[in-house]
């Protein structure tokens, strides 16, 4: 496998503008995911922006990035575009696709998801998941869970407490690793109506018959999307500073 690390970024958050560009700790977010995904040592890695102010951030603190069009629907479709412009001949055949407002990722998360892909030579997409251990997580629709089987396929993902009786739930990490042909068809097909109903983007692969592995792992990653979420990157990243 030839792996590139792509992560999709964007000014345009409803709920905490600019937040790629947010201060924590003397960078930027996007620097510090930046940071998190090349301590992974899997290949190269690749800011997917839609605005300039995003590139010239990365192109800053010596990052790779390209400018796509703020009008993609997707970070998925920004992800195939900044691909298809940086490597058209297709020397990369394995897309990592890391999220932009993820900048406390454990580097070996995505070292593991790459790993599951590898390991299923059947699989299209691998993504992380990590058991719940917080009771109250096991009914917050903001915390997506994963149901898979014994062989760590994706059988479903829902909002909802699933599945039900005794046993574990699982938080779905939004993170994924897709051989370059799988995201190529992924990005190509009209949204599910399961991914329509429960906003999971993911979906549209498993009702397209696609074959998702699961790698779990140990953490779950801080994801900002509020001011209260920036609040505590900056408090881990000072943290770490004082240590």
Request: net charge negative.
């Amino acid at each position: 496998m030839r792996p590139i690390i792509v992560i999709p970024a964007r000014l345009a958050s409803t709920r905490l503008p600019n937040k790629v560009l947010a201060d924590i700790g003397g960078a930027s977010m996007i620097v510090r995911v930046m940071e998190r995904a090349l301590l992974s040592d899997v290949g190269l890695v690749l800011v997917a922006a839609a605005e300039p102010e995003i590139v010239s951030a990365v192109e800053a603190a010596g990052g790779n990035a390209v400018l796509t069009d703020p009008d993609l629907p997707s970070g998925s479709d920004r992800i195939m575009a900044a691909l298809s412009s940086f490597d058209p001949d297709g020397t990369y055949d394995t897309v990592i696709n890391v999220q932009g407002d993820l900048p406390t990722l454990d580097p070996q998360t995505i070292r593991d998801t790459l790993a599951a892909l590898q390991g299923d030579e059947a699989s299209d997409i691998a993504t992380p998941v990590a058991e719940i251990v917080r009771e109250e997580e096991r009914t917050n629709p903001n915390v997506v869970k994963a149901v898979f089987g014994t062989n760590r396929n994706a059988l479903y993902f829902t909002r909802a407490t699933a599945p039900t009786g005794d046993g574990p739930h699982y938080h779905h990490i939004g993170l994924y690793a897709y051989r370059r042909a799988a995201l190529e068809r992924f990005v190509s097909l009209p949204p599910g109506l399961l991914e329509q109903r429960e906003k999971l983007e993911q979906l549209r692969a498993l009702e397209a018959g696609m074959r998702i592995a699961i790698a779990v792992v140990d953490t779950v990653p801080l994801g900002v999307d509020t001011p209260a979420d920036l609040e505590r990157a900056r408090a881990w990243y000072a943290a770490r500073s004082a240590t």
